[in-house]
């Protein structure tokens, strides 16, 4: 009956309007529909188990539901492109050189040599290298002392740098568990225990968080816009969130026991002690805030340029509004800490932040780009039951996908008549009227983010979405799945250093595991990762438009 539902073919403006109210009532029942049957079930679920039985078991269907969308964008903004194959022979570094020759018996009498045929072929030998060293020993009488000669650097211990280096690219490179880093040992030939490859996981890695830190301090110079996103983690057995910073040049992780706004900014600073500066930049973050006369008067007196630790600072907040609610102190304490990040000069400061749209990163920087991508997944949860609901759905869809192409075209030749025409034609798309309610609130919403969402019309360096964090974060979330987390606070380190080293050798085009052995060996073939970072952001110039502004 709503198949073939068209309601401008009803000629009574007001019928039209009933109509449209009923379609959308019945939405709204269908959707509460799905959100009763979803909760009815659970509670049947947890009823069974108080019981002691099982609940439903969560059996996928072979074929998805029709209501069920899938909440990708693959499909509608992927374009299909040309493709040309690079040769893998030539990436191909030949260890030996072999001549095969032609059994000579086969060979009639007038076969001519015509030189050779080339044929590579890959292999690895996976074999063991235990080393028996003889340490040469010497007494002095006229010291009293015994000398005696030291080890190459990488063998300190009972496993050298290969085993050092093989375990470190085994777990952090492609994820696999301490039993089977130890099996694989165990099968090529090295007697090792599971407790002792966690030891060569976790401790003594010094100089490789040092590094990170290093990293990180280039990465954020190489550019003045980062990716970032989180995602939960378990340290110990309780839940903690691992935090993810990173551009085309670098990774790093972090994992924090929270997410809120000041454990985001004690990321941004990589743990340096905060900070608190109650100026004109704070107060501005407040305005429009239910704070009383009285306690905006007594925060324009404290107003000032100076820093204060994270102590003394919430102890004067407290002595002079101590009538102040939970919700407002924290504004203020956040407000504080956000001004003071923007006003430090010992780190570098992220101008430009694309994230997605939860609280915990408004204020942090001067702009904010949000994901195209995220956006667009809010349009595909929507799950209309009436036909011409769905196929306006659908062609709203579309357009955005389109408008989304338009941007993508504009970030490679931008041009300010381009900027205008894209700015009007944003209010146009955003600014259609349906007739589905829930999609309409939809598009509102999206258009209350043009800011955000128009960045790049300012600084076409910027992506369209934030992938590259979300990709980051996936990594930590396959490893979690696998490992559960780590135990200590070295464990805890350690996956977050490794981590990032892994993925920022991977965007610099650096064999992690070749890495892992130039630091362990001290053979210092490949420069600092923060000297290739700068090197490569001045190839890059990931900020021109900034410059240039």
């Known amino acids: 009956m709503l198949e073939d539902l068209d309601l401008n073919a009803l000629p009574d403006e007001n019928s039209r309007e009933l109509v449209r109210r009923l379609l959308n009532l019945i939405e709204q029942l269908s959707a509460e529909l799905r959100k009763l049957r ?190 970032t996103d989180d995602t939960q983690t378990r340290v110990n057995g309780e839940n903690q969130h691992c935090h993810v910073v990173c551009n085309p040049l670098y990774t790093i992780y972090q994992t924090m026991p929270g997410k809120d706004r000041l454990t985001v900014l004690d990321v941004l600073r990589n743990g340096r002690e905060r900070r608190f500066r109650l100026n004109l930049e704070a107060l501005g973050y407040l305005r429009g805030m239910a704070l009383s006369k009285a306690a905006q008067q007594a925060l324009q007196a404290w107003c000032s340029e100076v820093d204060l630790g994270e102590i003394f600072f919430r102890q004067r907040l407290d002595s002079v509004l101590p009538t102040l609610g939970v919700q407002m102190r924290k504004a203020i304490v956040d407000a504080a800490a956000v001004a003071a990040y923007h006003a430090q000069t010992d780190f570098p400061v992220v101008r430009t932040l694309l994230c997605d749209d939860a609280p915990q990163f408004n204020w942090l920087t001067k702009e904010m780009m949000q994901c195209w991508v995220h956006e667009g997944r809010a349009y595909k949860k929507l799950c209309p039951v009436v036909p011409l609901y769905r196929q306006h759905l659908e062609d709203f869809r579309k357009r955005f996908w389109e408008y989304y192409d338009q941007l993508l075209t504009y970030r490679q030749n931008p041009t300010s008549a381009e900027s205008l025409r894209l700015e009007a034609e944003f209010e146009q798309l955003f600014s259609t009227r349906s007739g589905y309610d829930e999609l309409d609130k ?43 987390g780590p135990r200590t606070e070295a464990g805890k380190r350690a996956w977050d250093t490794f981590m990032s080293l892994a993925d920022t050798t991977r965007k610099l085009g650096v064999s992690f595991y070749t890495y892992l052995q130039d630091r362990i060996t001290g053979a210092g073939k490949i420069p600092p990762l923060a000297t290739l970072i700068e090197k490569a952001a001045q190839e890059l110039n990931l900020g021109q438009s900034w410059i240039s502004a």
């Open 38 to 227: 979803e909760e009815n079930q659970q509670l049947r679920d947890e009823n069974n188990r108080l019981k002691g039985e099982q609940g439903k078991p969560n059996v996928k269907a072979n074929v998805p539901k029709p209501l069920q969308a899938d909440q990708s964008s693959e499909k509608e903004r992927r374009k299909p492109r040309e493709r040309h194959k690079s040769s893998k022979k030539a990436k191909i570094v030949v260890t030996r050189e072999e001549t095969v020759k032609v059994d000579q018996t086969i060979l009639p009498e007038d076969a001519e040599f015509k030189g050779y045929e080339e044929v590579v072929v890959q292999d690895v030998i996976l074999k063991t290298d235990n080393v028996c060293f003889r340490k040469e020993k010497y007494y002095a009488a006229s010291t009293g002392k015994t000398y005696l000669a030291e080890l190459p650097q990488g063998y300190e211990g009972q496993f050298g740098p290969g085993v050092k280096a093989m375990v470190l690219a085994l777990s952090f490179g492609m994820g696999a568990t301490i039993p089977k880093i130890a099996e694989f040992l165990k099968n090529a030939g090295v007697q090792i225990s599971e407790g002792t490859v966690s030891n060569l996981l976790n401790q003594k890695q010094g100089a490789f968080h040092a590094e990170k830190d290093a990293l990180y301090e280039a990465g954020l110079k190489s550019s003045p816009w980062q990716h």
């Open 442 to 484: 939809r598009i509102a919403k999206t258009k209350a983010k043009k800011d955000v969402l128009l960045l790049v019309l300012k600084h076409p360096e910027l992506p369209l979405h934030n992938n590259p964090a979300e990709l980051a974060v996936r990594q930590r979330v396959r490893k979690r799945d696998i490992s559960f």
